[in-house]
Each structure stands twice: as structure tokens, then as C-alpha cells.
Nanobody, 123 residues
Framework: QVQLVESGGGLVQAGGSLKLSCAAS????????MGWFRQAPGKEREFVAA????????YCADSVKGRFTISRDNAKNTVDLQMNSLKPEDTAVYFC????????????????WGQGTQVTVSS
């Protein structure tokens, strides 16, 4: 079992940057694909970025490609989401997730979820 705790959310102006971090418990962190999802008010939760067990493969949603970067440190059991050039439409609660597939973009492929961290981008 894995417990996930996100941090790093906050309020930022459009064009600014934030770095989200997700700390995972457990000794098998390197066996999990990790992903970031987000849910804006009144909308369904959507995929943002994913990274493979070893970190050698990453995927990003088209809406964040070129602005967001996902990375992981298996020695520290952490996964980060660096968000640059933020836009008001990036405002959402961001969730970290862990799954058994090598890498995954679908929510159903993730078994463990954090509580989320709020990101608000002002115009």
C-alpha cells in the first residue's frame, strides 16, 4: 500500500511558476508509475502528466505540454510537477497518484491517490 501527500500548491499570477511535490510512503515506490491529475471546479478530473517506474518515460497532456515537467526521485520517494507559464485555466486541485502499470494516463490505472493540493492562478 502507498500513501501519497501532495504539497507546493498556492496562489500565483498568470505567467508564474509553481512546483508541486508528492511524497510517498512505502518501500516499493520505484515499482509504481506516478501521475498527476487535476480537477477544476465543476469539471471532471483530468490527466496532467505521468512518469514511468524508472523515470525514463514521461507523458504530458497537450494542454500543459511545453509548460509542465514531471520528474521523480526514487531514492527520496518523491515525484514533482514543475509548472511554468501558468494560466488561469490551470486553476484546479492537483492530485498525485500511483499505479501498477509501467506508465499510465488513465485514472482507472491508478490505485492510490493523494488528498490533493489547490493551485490558483490569477489573471
Amino acid at each position: 500500500q502507498v500513501q501519497l501527500v501532495e504539497s507546493g500548491g498556492g496562489l500565483v499570477q498568470a505567467g508564474g511558476s509553481l512546483k508541486l511535490s508528492c511524497a510517498a510512503s512505502g518501500r516499493t515506490f520505484s515499482s509504481y508509475a506516478m501521475g498527476w491529475f487535476r480537477q477544476a471546479p465543476g469539471k471532471e478530473r483530468e490527466f496532467v502528466a505521468a512518469i514511468s517506474w524508472s523515470g525514463d518515460r514521461t507523458y504530458c497532456a497537450d494542454s500543459v505540454k511545453g509548460r509542465f515537467t514531471i520528474s521523480r526521485d526514487n531514492a527520496k520517494n518523491t515525484v514533482d510537477l514543475q509548472m511554468n507559464s501558468l494560466k488561469p485555466e490551470d486553476t484546479a486541485v492537483y492530485f498525485c497518484a500511483a499505479g501498477w502499470r509501467y506508465i499510465a494516463t488513465q485514472q482507472d490505472d491508478y490505485a492510490y491517490w493523494g488528498q490533493g493540493t489547490q493551485v490558483t492562478v490569477s489573471s
